[in-house]
Antibody, heavy 118, light 106 residues
Framework: QVQLKETGPGLVQPTQTLSITCTVS????????MQWVRQTPGKGLEWMGF???????EYNSEFKSRLSISRDTSKNQVFLKMNSLKTEDTGVYYC????????????WGQGASVTVSS | DIQMTQSPSFLSASVGERVTLSCRAS??????LDWYQQKLGEAPKLLIY???NLHTGIPSRFSGSGSGTDYTLTISSLQPEDVATYFC????????FGAGTKLELK
């Protein structure tokens, strides 16, 4: 059974760094791409970036300067780190499985809610 | 960047009614268009990919069509469990989501 689950801090202060972990089961990170998508009140759903099955990454230019995506295949985990947080970064952050070759996001985690506030 | 415009933003329909949702791209997206359903408090769920391919386990009352810049999601007979917000997503050039159509029961 394919499962994805995000865990994050919930509350982050402005200017600080957000770290979220996506733990997956039922499939291998070396067979699928993993994408991060966020949903904010201001901009709706936005793709943030993804890590390929081989480990290389691509980032949305909107976030490129402050976003990092990495993984630990031995632990079946994918990591999102984004620095210089602003209140506009408040929202729900999802990890999603992206089928290699088609790019279709066919499975999503339940999301990690993040509030940026002092 | 490709922009995606969904219409209407809000739709009220009756059980059993045929419902049509639209999505327009700012340029040709070569049928790389997916539809997602998001219920309140849940993650988006894939319904249709590449314009007209029904994802595994999705009821056949959902269908998709379109080409070029204009795409449609049709629910042939609306059911109470279809109350949700529906998003389109283009994958022709990176990923861009539409703003969504919120569907409720009349």
């Amino acid at each position: 059974q394919v499962q994805l689950k995000e865990t994050g801090p919930g509350l982050v202060q402005p200017t600080q760094t957000l770290s979220i972990t996506c733990t997956v089961s039922g499939f291998s990170l070396t067979s699928y791409y993993m994408q991060w998508v966020r949903q904010t009140p201001g901009k709706g759903l936005e793709w943030m970036g993804f890590i390929r099955s081989g480990g290389s990454t691509e980032y949305n230019s909107e976030f490129k300067s402050r976003l990092s995506i990495s993984r630990d295949t031995s632990k079946n985990q994918v990591f999102l780190k984004m620095n210089s947080l602003k209140t506009e970064d408040t929202g729900v952050y999802y990890c999603a499985r992206k089928v290699r070759g088609t790019g279709v996001m066919d499975a999503w985690g339940q999301g990690a809610s993040v509030t940026v506030s002092s | 960047d490709i922009q995606m415009t969904q219409s209407p933003s809000f739709l009220s329909a009756s059980v059993g009614e045929r419902v049509t949702l639209s999505c327009r791209a700012s340029q040709n997206i070569n049928k790389y268009l997916d539809w997602y359903q998001q219920k309140l408090g849940e993650a988006p769920k894939l319904l249709i990919y590449n314009t007209n391919n029904l994802h595994t386990g999705i009821p056949s009352r959902f269908s998709g069509s379109g080409s070029g810049t204009d795409y449609t999601l049709t629910i042939s007979s609306l059911q109470p469990e279809d109350v949700a917000t529906y998003f389109c997503l283009q994958r022709n050039s990176w990923d861009t989501f539409g703003a969504g159509t919120k569907l409720e029961l009349k």
